[in-house]
């Protein structure tokens, strides 16, 4: 146990406000479904959501990926965000107590496969595209140089090894090609490649924000690009898609926009509201991200990876998309 993770236990107790107002005040813990006619599981072409609809609020649902304005397929399983990937689904979700969260591991046909406990409100996640290695982003209290302000850690589990990184601030760092440590270090946002061994995310320290590259083998991130915030990689694992502070100032809010990992050009995207989300790609052309419509509703909205078009309505009254098959 470490001095942060100590800390962030005793935070616990003031998450508990930012639980209430994420919209987490249940307690369902089904391992079955509903929708008998229309069975949800993770097999596609579908999206899979987040619903935030008055008749299904906080549940995972599903809609076909040719039609999101058809039926919704809904789950049984209440969850804060969700996501999937190679037959492996996520749900971040509250664990009983007020201030206790897991992240409930889903296996095809959306049963419980394994639950890891989580310090801190779940915030984000995502799988890698085999369904090997599941990722986590937490909100903690308590570090002494925050100042009362939450903080973030991120951590990862590789499904088929057992093999836990519990945050990636345990991992050694190098900023602009020098070995960097400070009191300060928060990630989120992990993204994974193809390899299953390396992975993108976002650090920052000194109030700056980094995109980094991690190597789970070597236990090593590195920093690429300066504000970059919540990657999501793209299927041909060449881009990024992200959001970044307006003139590095998150009280600006943020633009959402692609980097190309190869030349690092950035490219904006036509959606010029401030998303303040983990974009997703849908299809290799394609990024999915959630625009709050009011307290505690959202809708899923797309936009053209390339710069071009304008934004359009996906699934209303849903958010925390992921594409299936």
Not at 48 to 61: E, P
Not at 186 to 195: E, H, L, Q
């Amino acid at each position: 146990m470490t001095r942060r993770t100590v800390l962030a236990v005793v935070g616990a107790v003031v998450l508990t406000t930012v639980a209430v107002g994420y919209g987490v005040l249940t307690t369902a813990r089904d391992r079955t479904t509903v929708a008998a006619a229309n069975t949800p599981s993770l097999t596609g072409p579908r999206i899979m959501f987040r619903s935030t609809a008055s008749d299904s609020k906080g549940h995972l649902a599903l809609i076909a990926k040719d039609d999101p304005a058809g039926p919704r397929s809904v789950s049984a399983l209440t969850c804060l965000r969700v996501y999937a990937a190679g037959g492996t689904g996520t749900c971040l979700r509250q664990d009983g107590a007020l201030t206790t969260f897991q992240i409930a591991i889903l296996d095809r046909s959306l049963n419980v496969a394994k639950a890891i406990p989580l310090v801190g409100v779940p915030n984000r996640t995502r799988v890698s595209g085999d369904g090997r290695l599941v990722a986590w982003t937490v909100f903690v209290a308590g570090d002494s140089y925050n100042h009362g302000r939450f903080s973030t850690r991120a951590g990862l589990i590789d499904l088929g090894s057992g093999d836990m990184v519990d945050s990636l601030e345990f991992l050694s760092v190098t900023l602009d090609g020098h070995p960097y440590t400070a009191p300060d270090l928060n990630f989120w946002g992990i993204t994974f490649t193809a390899d299953d061994n390396h992975f993108y995310a976002t650090m920052s320290t000194r109030g700056h924000r980094y995109l980094v590259e991690g190597d789970i083998a070597a236990k090593t991130v590195r920093t690429v690009a300066k504000n970059v915030e919540c990657p999501s990689l793209s299927p041909d694992g060449r881009r990024i898609a992200f959001k970044s502070a307006v003139d590095g100032d998150p009280a600006k809010g943020w633009q959402l926009s692609v980097l190309d990992l190869s030349s690092g050009a950035r490219t904006p995207l036509a959606e010029t509201r401030s998303v303040d989300d983990q974009p997703a790609w849908l299809d290799p052309n394609t990024i999915g991200y959630a625009v709050p419509r009011a307290a505690g509703d959202s809708d899923v909205w797309t936009v053209p990876a390339d710069g071009s078009g304008s934004p359009r309505l996906l699934i209303p009254h849903a958010e925390s998309p992921a594409a299936l098959g």
